[in-house]
C-alpha cells in the first residue's frame, strides 16, 4: 500500500518536473546575468574612480542606466524565446507561467501581448479521443544496409534483420511524414488519468490530450534497446553515450573497425528532430523504451551472469566477455544509469520487456515470477521504477476481450507494479482504459510490415505515411523466416 502511494507521490513530481525545471533555469539565467551586472558596475566604478577621483558614479549616470536597460531587455528576450518554445509544443500554461515570473510583466507589451497569445491558442485547441490514439513502434536502427541485410539466403540473422528492422533513412522519412500529416507524439502515460484513493489504490479514467484541430496524437516505443551481441558486425550501433553537453548519442563500429559517435538510432535522432519541430511533440514527449536483461541494457553489459559466470551461460556472453579481459561489472552499470539518466531529462521513459524476452503467455507463473525478478533486480536499479511492461514478441495474457481479473499472471504482475500492458497488433488502434490497468495495441514499424505495405500485399499504414516512398532502396525483398 504504501509502495503505491511512494508510486504516486513520484508521478505526480515528474509530471510538475518539466514547470520547475523550466523556472530554475530562468532563476539561474537571471541570478547570473544580475551578478554580472554588479560586478560591471563595481568595475567600471573603480576605473573612473582611478581616472578621476572627482567623478562619483551614481545610478542617474546615463551610461549605466542604458546598459542596464539593455540587459533586462535582453533577459525578456531570452525568456520570450523559452516560452515560445514551451508553447510550440502546446504547453501554454507553462508557457504563460514562465513570463508572468518576471517582475512586472504586466508592464511590457511584449510579454502580456505573447500570454494573450498562448492563452487563445489553447482556447482554440480541442481534444482528442485517447481510445483512438495510435501506437507506432521500432527496434534498433540499421545504420549500413549492406552489412545488416548481406546474404539473405545463408544469414539467418541477415534475413532477421531484414523482417525486424527500420533503416535510418527509412526512419526519417517516417518521422518527417507524420509530421506532415499532423501527428503529435504523446507519451503513453497522456492517454490516461490516474488517482489514487484513501486506500491507496491506483485508478484510472480517459486523460485530456488538448490539441489544434486537425492534429492526431500517436505513442511511440522502442523495443530491445540493449544492443545484443547478435548484432555486432551487422551495421547497428554498438551502445548509447553522452556527448560533450550530456545528451544521449550513440557509439558506431564501422566497417573498417573505426568507432564514431553521432544520431545512430531512434533516441538521438528523434530529440534532434524535435529540437528543430517543437510542435512535433506534446508537452515535449518522447518515447518508452522496452529493456529486456540478459545481454545487459542500452549496449552496457549489466547484468549479474557477466560476473557469476554460471555454467549455462550463453556462448556469446563468454566470447565478448573473452575480448574484454577489462570487464567491471559496478563501471557497466555506472555508465549506463548515467545514460538512463540523460535520457529521462529528455524525455524518455523506460519499460519492462521481460528480463529474458519470454512470451508471457506461454510461460508458467513461476518462470514469469522468476523472470521478473531479476528484471528488477538488474534493470530497474538503473533506470528507476516503471509501471509499464511491453509484452516480447507481442504475446499478451489473453484475447482483446478485457483482463480476466482472477488471472494469476495478470494479478501477479499487478502485485508488481505494472499497470500499463501494450502487446503488438496491426489495426490502426486500440486502447482499453480500465478502472485498474492501461492496455494499448503498438504497430510494428519493421522491414517486414513496409515492404508488404511498399508492393500492395498489405494496407496497414497507409493512414500513417506512403510505405512506398519510405522503402529504403538498399533494402532486398523481405523474405520468409523459415
Same mark, same amino acid.
Given at each position: 500500500?504504501?509502495?503505491?502511494?511512494?508510486?504516486?507521490?513520484?508521478?505526480?513530481?515528474?509530471?510538475?518536473?518539466?514547470?520547475?525545471?523550466?523556472?530554475?533555469?530562468?532563476?539561474?539565467?537571471?541570478?547570473? &546575468?544580475?551578478?554580472?551586472?554588479?560586478?560591471?558596475?563595481?568595475?567600471?566604478?573603480?576605473?573612473?574612480?582611478?581616472?578621476?577621483?572627482?567623478?562619483?558614479?551614481?545610478?542617474?549616470?546615463?551610461?549605466?542606466?542604458?546598459?542596464?536597460?539593455?540587459?533586462?531587455?535582453?533577459?525578456?528576450?531570452?525568456?520570450?524565446?523559452?516560452?515560445?518554445?514551451?508553447?510550440?509544443?502546446?504547453?501554454?500554461?507553462?508557457?504563460?507561467?514562465?513570463?508572468?515570473?518576471?517582475?512586472?510583466?504586466?508592464?511590457?507589451?511584449?510579454?502580456?501581448?505573447?500570454?494573450?497569445?498562448?492563452?487563445?491558442?489553447?482556447?482554440?485547441?480541442?481534444?482528442?479521443?485517447?481510445?483512438?490514439? *495510435?501506437?507506432?513502434?521500432?527496434?534498433?536502427?540499421?545504420?549500413?544496409?549492406?552489412?545488416?541485410?548481406?546474404?539473405?539466403?545463408?544469414?539467418?540473422?541477415?534475413?532477421?534483420?531484414?523482417?525486424?528492422? *527500420?533503416?535510418?533513412?527509412? /526512419?526519417?522519412?517516417?518521422?518527417?511524414?507524420?509530421?506532415?500529416?499532423?501527428?503529435?507524439?504523446?507519451?503513453?502515460?497522456?492517454?490516461?488519468?490516474?488517482?489514487?484513493?484513501?486506500?491507496?489504490?491506483?485508478? /484510472?479514467?480517459?486523460?485530456? &490530450?488538448?490539441?489544434?484541430?486537425?492534429?492526431?496524437?500517436?505513442?511511440?516505443?522502442?523495443?530491445?534497446?540493449?544492443?545484443?551481441?547478435?548484432?555486432?558486425?551487422?551495421? /547497428?550501433?554498438?551502445?548509447?553515450?553522452?556527448?560533450?553537453?550530456?545528451?544521449?548519442?550513440?557509439?558506431?563500429?564501422?566497417?573498417?573497425?573505426?568507432?564514431?559517435?553521432?544520431?545512430?538510432?531512434?533516441?538521438?535522432?528523434?530529440?534532434?528532430?524535435?529540437?528543430?519541430?517543437?510542435?512535433?511533440?506534446?508537452?515535449?514527449?518522447?518515447?518508452?523504451?522496452?529493456?529486456?536483461?540478459?545481454?545487459?541494457?542500452?549496449?552496457?553489459?549489466?547484468?549479474?551472469?557477466?560476473?557469476?559466470?554460471?555454467?549455462?551461460?550463453?556462448?556469446?556472453?563468454?566470447?565478448?566477455?573473452?575480448?574484454?579481459?577489462?570487464?567491471?561489472?559496478?563501471?557497466?552499470?555506472?555508465?549506463?544509469?548515467?545514460?538512463?539518466?540523460?535520457?529521462?531529462?529528455?524525455?524518455?521513459?523506460?519499460?519492462?520487456?521481460?528480463?529474458?524476452?519470454?512470451?508471457?503467455?506461454?510461460?508458467?507463473?513461476?518462470?514469469?515470477?522468476?523472470?521478473?525478478?531479476?528484471?528488477?533486480?538488474?534493470?530497474?536499479?538503473?533506470?528507476?521504477?516503471?509501471?509499464? &511492461?511491453?509484452?516480447?514478441?507481442?504475446?499478451?495474457?489473453?484475447?482483446?476481450?478485457?483482463?480476466?481479473?482472477?488471472?494469476?499472471?495478470?494479478?501477479?504482475?499487478?502485485?508488481?507494479?505494472?499497470?500499463? /500492458?501494450?502487446?503488438?497488433?496491426?489495426?490502426?488502434?486500440?486502447?482499453?482504459?480500465?478502472?485498474?490497468?492501461?492496455?494499448?495495441?503498438?504497430?510494428?514499424?519493421?522491414?517486414?510490415?513496409?515492404?508488404?505495405?511498399?508492393?500492395?500485399?498489405?494496407?496497414?499504414?497507409?493512414?500513417?505515411?506512403?510505405?512506398?516512398?519510405?522503402?529504403?532502396?538498399?533494402?532486398?525483398?523481405?523474405?520468409?523466416?523459415?
Amino acid at each position: 500500500m504504501e509502495e503505491k502511494r511512494n508510486y504516486k507521490r513520484r508521478r505526480k513530481r515528474q509530471q510538475r518536473e518539466r514547470q520547475i525545471k523550466i523556472a530554475c533555469m530562468i532563476l539561474v539565467v537571471l541570478a547570473v &546575468i544580475g551578478t554580472s551586472l554588479i560586478i560591471k558596475s563595481c568595475t567600471t566604478g573603480k576605473k573612473e574612480n582611478t581616472k578621476n577621483t572627482n567623478t562619483v558614479e551614481t545610478a542617474a549616470n546615463p551610461k549605466k542606466k542604458e546598459d542596464n536597460t539593455k540587459e533586462k531587455e535582453n533577459q525578456r528576450q531570452q525568456l520570450l524565446a523559452q516560452a515560445n518554445q514551451i508553447a510550440a509544443g502546446y504547453d501554454y500554461d507553462s508557457a504563460v507561467a514562465l513570463l508572468q515570473s518576471y517582475d512586472g510583466y504586466e508592464n511590457y507589451t511584449e510579454l502580456t501581448d505573447a500570454i494573450a497569445s498562448y492563452n487563445e491558442q489553447k482556447a482554440a485547441c480541442v481534444p482528442i479521443n485517447v481510445e483512438e490514439v *495510435t501506437h507506432i513502434f521500432y527496434h534498433s536502427l540499421v545504420v549500413d544496409p549492406d552489412r545488416a541485410f548481406a546474404n539473405q539466403d545463408s544469414d539467418h540473422q541477415a534475413k532477421g534483420n531484414n523482417q525486424w528492422m *527500420t533503416t535510418i533513412d527509412e /526512419f526519417n522519412k517516417i518521422t518527417q511524414a507524420m509530421y506532415d500529416e499532423g501527428y503529435v507524439l504523446v507519451n503513453l502515460h497522456d492517454i490516461a488519468q490516474e488517482t489514487v484513493d484513501e486506500n491507496g489504490v491506483v485508478h /484510472f479514467s480517459p486523460g485530456t &490530450i488538448l490539441l489544434p484541430p486537425g492534429k492526431k496524437a500517436y505513442v511511440l516505443s522502442i523495443d530491445d534497446l540493449s544492443y545484443y551481441h547478435c548484432y555486432e558486425n551487422y551495421g /547497428f550501433a554498438s551502445k548509447i553515450v553522452l556527448d560533450e553537453n550530456g545528451k544521449p548519442k550513440c557509439e558506431y563500429i564501422q566497417a573498417d573497425g573505426t568507432t564514431v559517435v553521432g544520431d545512430y538510432d531512434v533516441v538521438p535522432l528523434l530529440d534532434k528532430f524535435m529540437e528543430e519541430h517543437p510542435d512535433g511533440a506534446y508537452h515535449g514527449a518522447r518515447g518508452t523504451i522496452a529493456l529486456t536483461g540478459y545481454n545487459g541494457i542500452l549496449g552496457y553489459r549489466t547484468d549479474i551472469s557477466y560476473q557469476t559466470r554460471p555454467a549455462d551461460l550463453y556462448k556469446d556472453k563468454v566470447k565478448w566477455l573473452e575480448n574484454h579481459p577489462e570487464f567491471n561489472l559496478d563501471q557497466e552499470r555506472s555508465e549506463a544509469k548515467k545514460v538512463a539518466d540523460a535520457m529521462k531529462a529528455e524525455g524518455w521513459s523506460f519499460a519492462s520487456h521481460t528480463w529474458g524476452h519470454l512470451k508471457v503467455a506461454s510461460i508458467s507463473l513461476e518462470q514469469l515470477q522468476a523472470d521478473t525478478t531479476r528484471w528488477k533486480e538488474n534493470v530497474e536499479p538503473l533506470v528507476g521504477n516503471t509501471d509499464v &511492461i511491453i509484452f516480447a514478441h507481442g504475446e499478451d495474457l489473453g484475447d482483446w476481450n478485457d483482463y480476466d481479473q482472477n488471472n494469476p499472471k495478470f494479478q501477479y504482475l499487478k502485485s508488481q507494479g505494472y499497470n500499463f /500492458f501494450c502487446n503488438v497488433d496491426s489495426r490502426e488502434y486500440g486502447v482499453q482504459i480500465r478502472d485498474n490497468y492501461v492496455r494499448q495495441t503498438r504497430r510494428n514499424i519493421d522491414g517486414y510490415r513496409l515492404y508488404q505495405n511498399a508492393i500492395g500485399k498489405e494496407n496497414n499504414l497507409s493512414d500513417l505515411f506512403n510505405a512506398a516512398d519510405i522503402i529504403d532502396s538498399k533494402r532486398p525483398p523481405v523474405l520468409p523466416l523459415g
